[in-house]
């Protein structure tokens, strides 16, 4: 059903948007241009949200403050746990950037910048270029191999615990106890008592990070490493407490494990579809970073966008009066493919001008990992090319998993590899 509601609104439902749907999941494009151009702003009555797809109008709405991103300012906000039976966790949870109000998470922004600026980038690169060539170490040298299994899954989680320092004897309970928890904890695909299961299952992780942050303030010396860097930011007086860290870098295995898995296969996937464009990366390595933005923008793995937004009065985006309290997703993929902004938006081209893009998003919360993704793409392209570069094919069909909550998730890319 499509058409105006009772209050007025562009209304649609599950015969327009099926993020579940498998024919969507494998073509999402046609559904894509139908949203730009006859839905730009809608309210799905089946997700029970606005969903807003050009690119221009999901700018918009990241960056203006009358759209706040803390649930909390959600009208159908779950009530607040009672503090007296808090864990670990919810402690944790109170620092989060996505729950702190606006002065706050501009402080904590502030005081964690550094930590990710390419000066402590540059430095853990070779960390993470270990990790990379140790996940190629583990196929070995196959005549075929599964991307999505072998590679894309294990690379996000272990990049960040290396971007973290975490040692080698820690990285199960990193990796998977407080990693895949805490995403599979915050994913409302999962029945509540599974996601309290999955809550629980991140607290020793969880210890054991504020253990090592805590003994690394302690030593005196903290280091210049990711870690030192942000137990030593100091400004105007100011510090991040050691809740503080926890609670940052558990937002970055929650917000990176997942989301970046999708980076990996389209990359492959990407330029071994378009041989043109792959020889281009390879004569200019320069280019990388642009291709990986451009590996996004084409693969376009977004079921739904980045933090949903909930204004903060009755606000007007689109022609549409969106409702105070009301659930807002700017929607990624479409805002990805809108000629508007991308000429031609289903060419493959890494030379692209990105400039003024939202595929890390906009605005006070743009992605605090963008430049590790852009890093460990890369390596992960430069890897692959190292090892089967000259014989490695695309076989078999592509396979997904239709009900990964935000992605177009691939759970099969076979590579034949000529060995
Ligand atoms: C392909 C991979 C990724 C994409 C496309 C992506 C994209 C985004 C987007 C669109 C936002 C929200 C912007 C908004 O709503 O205003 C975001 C926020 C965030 N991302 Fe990423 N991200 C990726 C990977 C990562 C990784 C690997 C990490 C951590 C290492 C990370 C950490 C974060 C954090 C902590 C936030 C919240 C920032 C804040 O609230 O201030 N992301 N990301």
Known sequence: MTGTGRTGHVEIDFSVYNPFDIEFIRDPFPTLDRLLTEYPVAFHTGINAWLVS????????????????????????????????????DRVHEHSLLVVERSEHLRLRRLTNPAFSRRVMDKIEANIADAVAGIFDEIENPREFNVATEIALKAPVRSIARMVGVPPEAAELFEEG?????????????????????????LPGLQYILDMVAARRASGDPGDDFIGT????????????DLEIVSLIQGLVTAGADTAVDVHTLAIYALLSHPGQRALLRSRPE???????????????????????FPLADTELGGQLLEKGSFVMPLFSPAWNDPARWPDPRRFDITRDHSGNIIFGA????????????????????????????????TGEIEYDPMHFNARRMTRLMVATGA
């Open 178 to 202: 407080l990693g895949w928890n805490s995403v599979r904890a915050t994913n409302p695909m999962y029945a509540a008592e599974d996601r309290e299961r999955y809550v629980n299952g991140t």
């Open 363 to 394: 605005g006070p919360h743009l992605c605090i990992g963008l430049n590790l993704v852009k890093v460990q793409a890369k390596l992960m392209i430069e890897e692959f090319e190292r090892r089967f570069g000259d014989t490695a094919e695309l």
């Open 54 to 89: 050009p690119h221009q109008l999901a700018m918009d709405a990241l960056r203006d403050p009358r759209f706040s991103s803390r649930m909390t300012d959600w009208a159908d906000a779950p009530p607040p746990k009672p503090e007296s039976q808090w864990t670990l966790y």
């Open 230 to 241: 942000l137990i030593a930011t100091e400004e105007d007086g100011e510090r991040l407490t």
């Open 287 to 309: 280019l990388s970073e642009d291709a990986v933005v451009e590996i996004l923008r084409w693969g376009a793995p977004g079921k739904f966008g980045g933090i949903p937004r």
